[in-house]
């Protein structure tokens, strides 16, 4: 398979799954293995859409922007059976190693004082939504289309999650670095188990710095012949398709959206990204088509 006919199959490599929007930008904050990465270190500021500096705040605090209101009746969503579902969360484990140190442990003498938080799948009623939404883009891509079609497809996952149901968001940088090469990272944003951080939401899908410093200094920490290998291709090269595929193994059933191209006229104006993103989610049996 080539770019042309883009296939999951093309993966040569998949950096490990980020399964919390804080495991994300830790990764993101890791000393980059090459010497010229971009996402901490590109000088255009204006490009980037923020500073390094800004951009972690922004990650930290969420991007506090209009989300309008949009009326959408939400339709009958997949049955799952007997409304049960598996979804992943991160629980504490504890033994004599671990990333940090539960103090009140240690005071206590007990040896296995060192916590890590572990990847759990866990039963929870109701339904969960997933979403797998690329985050890949061309460099030449404007931000008032990376912000039209955030905000649209943010206003549409408020809908949902309004109308009671739980929803998991996955941002997907998948991209090629060669005819032939397609370099994959996944990272959960929200998870089914925590509220809707609405300002998190926002910065991921609809401020260009998600893509163009945090995305990029995930790449920048990579193993060296990986972040060389991307970063000599300006961090990969359409197409930015994402795949069920790319997300990790026990996640069934994801909406996967399209990637952003600046080609497309949807994007122009909030109305005609709403309009736009509507038709697309009616099509997908999210929400009633009008």
């Known amino acids: 398979m080539t770019r042309e006919n883009p296939q999951p199959e093309d993966t040569v490599h998949a950096l490990p799954p980020m399964w919390s929007w804080q495991e994300f930008v830790d990764r ?16 255009d500021d204006n490009w980037a859409g923020a500073t390094w500096e800004e951009t972690l705040r922004l990650a930290e605090d969420g991007w506090t922007t209009v989300l309008p209101e949009v009326e959408a009746e939400v339709a009958e969503l997949r049955e799952r059976v007997q409304d049960e579902v598996l979804t992943t969360a991160l629980v504490p484990a504890w033994d004599v190693t671990g990333s940090e140190v539960d103090v009140g442990v240690y005071l206590s003498g007990v040896p296995e004082c060192m916590v890590d938080a572990v990847p759990q799948r866990i039963s929870a009623r109701g339904r969960v939504v997933t979403f797998l939404i690329p985050t890949g883009y061309v460099n030449t891509t404007p931000h008032s289309a990376v912000h039209n079609r955030g905000v649209a497809l943010a206003a549409l996952c408020s809908s949902i999650i309004a109308s009671g149901h ?19 990272s996944v990272a959960r944003v929200i998870s089914a188990a925590e509220p809707l951080d609405i300002g998190r939401l926002m910065f991921v899908m609809a401020h260009p710095a998600m893509l163009r410093r945090l995305c990029f200094a995930v790449w920048d920490s990579a193993p060296e012949p990986v972040a060389r290998r991307i970063h000599d291709v300006n961090y990969g090269q359409e197409s930015y398709d994402c795949f069920p595929e790319d997300l990790p193994e026990g996640i069934t059933d994801p909406y996967v959206l399209p990637y952003l191209s600046p080609e497309d006229s949807q994007w122009k104006s909030m109305d005609t990204a709403l309009a736009w993103c509507r038709k697309m989610f009616a099509g997908l049996g999210l929400l009633r088509a009008s």
Do not use: Q
């Not at 890791?30 to 270190?41: E, H, K, M, Q, T």
């Not at 739980?166 to 994959?184: A, K, L, N, P, Q």
């Open 28 to 43: 993101a904050r890791a000393p980059d293995s090459i010497d010229n990465g971009a996402g901490r270190s590109h000088r």
């Open 166 to 184: 739980s929803v998991e968001i996955w941002s997907g940088d998948c991209s090629y670095v060669s005819m032939t090469d397609r370099f994959v």
